[in-house]
């Protein structure tokens, strides 16, 4: 197999031969050779229905015709300026007006950075050091956020590289716990500069906010004058087109973004309220800044991304999401399996586990030795989810009935494979 051949390669000259850890699994990872709508195709000439699609972004599914076309257009006229372009103006205006607490935006190029400076800008704010996430949430690879992380770095222990003096400022707290954040909010409130929360956490498969959850977040730190950032590096524009807070109508102070906004290209951003925006240099003192960030190609591809996705495009999202959701919960119902299947609009994952989840604990009780077999099944049958149980599976427009029909199947072929394991 010509994939296995390219991997051994890699491993030669890329650590564990793969730029991003997730991507490494057993025995080897195919290689993409190319991508259209919903299939991509292997260098092995095998094609795949994705439920991968890039980790999130490709919402529209892999090369949009309107997204390409606008892409080469702006490619013709140069890839990179270093000197502003009104077409940041005009993505900065969508995203003003599609996302309610977003009244200015600063672009940079992953959705680490944003979050990084995200945590840099509530800092210098309130002028206090800690801050607050949640056991297996993610927020990218840096070292503020790199605690009990989920994606990738789930499982593992918390990387060596990363200083104590920059993670003691880090507090853990579990989703869904009103009780523990009331307690550490009176103990040591005044000394925390943010909360950041992936508003539906889809790092470690999906996992929802109970009904009230995100209100109460939005209480306590209104009255304790923390500043609430909802990290919606995945949820943005997938949920709904103001993303999970206009979803579950709260508003937080900043937000996050990445995947989605560069319409397949590599983008992030910070949004939020103008006189906290308005303290990011030049406006003011806090600093951020990137030789890539605005870049014309992303924003280029965000634009005619953002454009498309529309009420009814949510619309139709949604009645896939929820075809695909019954689906598999019919192919549980055969097999006699008491599996959770979890999701919402196109954003899905079967938790292989007995127990309902609603926070990290409750994740770590799925069997994810099982799940690599239900992977492997799925994979040599055409169909690829992101291979770990800790990742979310994502659909696109392009995901046709056929598609989720197929996919059924063999998700009914996945269950066999493991029901006697
Ligand atoms: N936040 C969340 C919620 C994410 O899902 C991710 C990436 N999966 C990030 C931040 C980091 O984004 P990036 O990989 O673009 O740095």
Request: proline share 5%; with cysteine.
């Given at each position: 197999?010509?994939?296995?051949?390219?991997f051994?390669?890699?491993?030669k000259?890329?650590?564990?031969?793969?730029?991003s850890?997730?991507?490494?699994?057993?025995?080897?990872?195919?290689?993409?050779?190319?991508?259209?709508?919903?299939?991509?195709?292997?260098?092995?000439?095998?094609?795949?229905?994705?439920?991968?699609?890039a980790y999130?972004p490709?919402?529209?599914?892999?090369?949009?015709?309107?997204?390409?076309?606008?892409?080469?257009?702006?490619?013709?006229?140069?890839?990179?300026y270093g000197?502003?372009?009104e077409?940041?103006?005009?993505?900065?205006?969508?995203?003003?007006?599609?996302v309610?607490?977003?009244?200015?935006?600063?672009?940079?190029?992953?959705g680490?950075?944003?979050?990084?400076?995200?945590i840099?800008?509530?800092?210098?704010?309130t002028?206090r050091?800690?801050?607050?996430?949640?056991?297996?949430?993610?927020?990218?690879?840096?070292?503020?956020?790199?605690v009990?992380?989920?994606s990738?770095?789930?499982?593992?222990p918390?990387?060596?590289?990363?200083p104590?003096?920059?993670?003691k400022?880090?507090?853990?707290?579990?989703?869904?716990?009103?009780?523990?954040?009331l307690?550490?909010?009176?103990?040591?409130?005044?000394s925390?500069?943010?909360?950041?929360?992936?508003p539906?956490?889809?790092n470690?498969g999906?996992?929802?906010?109970?009904?009230?959850?995100?209100?109460?977040?939005?209480?306590l730190?209104?009255?304790?004058?923390?500043?609430?950032?909802?990290?919606?590096?995945?949820?943005g524009?997938?949920?709904?087109?103001?993303?999970?807070?206009?979803?579950?109508?709260?508003?937080p102070?900043?937000v996050t973004?990445?995947?989605?906004?560069?319409?397949?290209?590599?983008?992030g951003?910070?949004a939020?309220?103008k006189?906290?925006?308005?303290?990011?240099a030049?406006?003011?003192?806090?600093?951020?800044?990137?030789t890539?960030?605005?870049?014309?190609?992303?924003?280029?591809?965000g634009?005619?991304?953002?454009?498309q996705?529309?009420?009814?495009?949510?619309?139709?999202?949604?009645?896939?999401g929820?075809?695909?959701?019954?689906?598999?919960?019919?192919?549980?119902?055969?097999n006699?399996?008491?599996?959770?299947?979890?999701?919402?609009?196109s954003?899905?994952?079967?938790?292989?586990?007995e127990?309902e989840?609603?926070?990290?604990?409750?994740a770590?009780t799925a069997q994810?030795?099982?799940?690599?077999?239900?992977?492997?099944?799925?994979?040599?049958?055409?169909?690829?989810?992101?291979?770990?149980?800790?990742?979310?599976?994502?659909?696109?427009?392009?995901?046709?009935?056929?598609?989720?029909?197929?996919?059924?199947?063999?998700?009914?072929?996945?269950?066999k494979?493991?029901?006697?394991l």
């Amino acid at each position: 197999m010509k994939s296995e051949e390219l991997f051994n390669e890699s491993k030669k000259f890329l650590p564990g031969g793969v730029d991003s850890p997730v991507r490494a699994y057993k025995p080897y990872p195919f290689f993409a050779e190319r991508a259209k709508g919903s299939k991509i195709i292997d260098v092995d000439g095998k094609t795949y229905i994705d439920y991968c699609l890039a980790y999130g972004p490709m919402v529209l599914g892999h090369a949009n015709p309107e997204v390409m076309a606008e892409v080469i257009l702006q490619l013709k006229n140069g890839s990179a300026y270093g000197v502003p372009t009104e077409k940041e103006i005009e993505l900065a205006k969508m995203v003003v007006k599609k996302v309610p607490c977003a009244d200015m935006v600063r672009f940079v190029n992953s959705g680490t950075e944003a979050t990084m400076s995200a945590i840099r800008l509530a800092r210098a704010a309130t002028t206090r050091n800690k801050i607050v996430k949640f056991e297996g949430s993610y927020h990218g690879a840096h070292d503020y956020v790199l605690v009990k992380s989920g994606s990738g770095a789930m499982g593992l222990p918390d990387s060596p590289g990363v200083p104590e003096e920059t993670t003691k400022n880090t507090i853990l707290v579990p989703f869904n716990d009103e009780d523990v954040l009331l307690d550490l909010v009176k103990d040591q409130g005044d000394s925390i500069a943010a909360i950041i929360i992936e508003p539906i956490m889809g790092n470690i498969g999906f996992i929802p906010p109970k009904k009230g959850y995100l209100e109460f977040l939005r209480k306590l730190t209104s009255e304790n004058d923390i500043i609430l950032i909802f990290d919606e590096v995945i949820t943005g524009f997938r949920i709904a087109e103001g993303g999970a807070q206009e979803y579950f109508g709260v508003t937080p102070d900043l937000v996050t973004f990445g995947k989605i906004l560069g319409g397949g290209f590599p983008i992030g951003a910070l949004a939020g309220k103008k006189e906290l925006m308005e303290m990011i240099a030049p406006s003011g003192n806090v600093y951020q800044a990137g030789t890539f960030n605005g870049n014309p190609i992303s924003v280029t591809a965000g634009l005619t991304t953002l454009k498309q996705l529309n009420h009814s495009f949510y619309s139709e999202m949604n009645l896939k999401g929820e075809k695909l959701r019954d689906g598999i919960r019919d192919v549980l119902v055969e097999n006699d399996l008491n599996y959770q299947v979890a999701g919402l609009s196109s954003m899905f994952q079967v938790y292989l586990t007995e127990k309902e989840v609603w926070n990290y604990e409750d994740a770590k009780t799925a069997q994810i030795d099982k799940f690599t077999h239900y992977f492997q099944t799925l994979l040599n049958n055409g169909v690829f989810v992101p291979p770990a149980q800790f990742e979310c599976c994502f659909l696109s427009l392009m995901h046709s009935d056929d598609d989720i029909q197929n996919t059924l199947e063999i998700i009914d072929k996945g269950m066999k494979t493991i029901k006697n394991l």
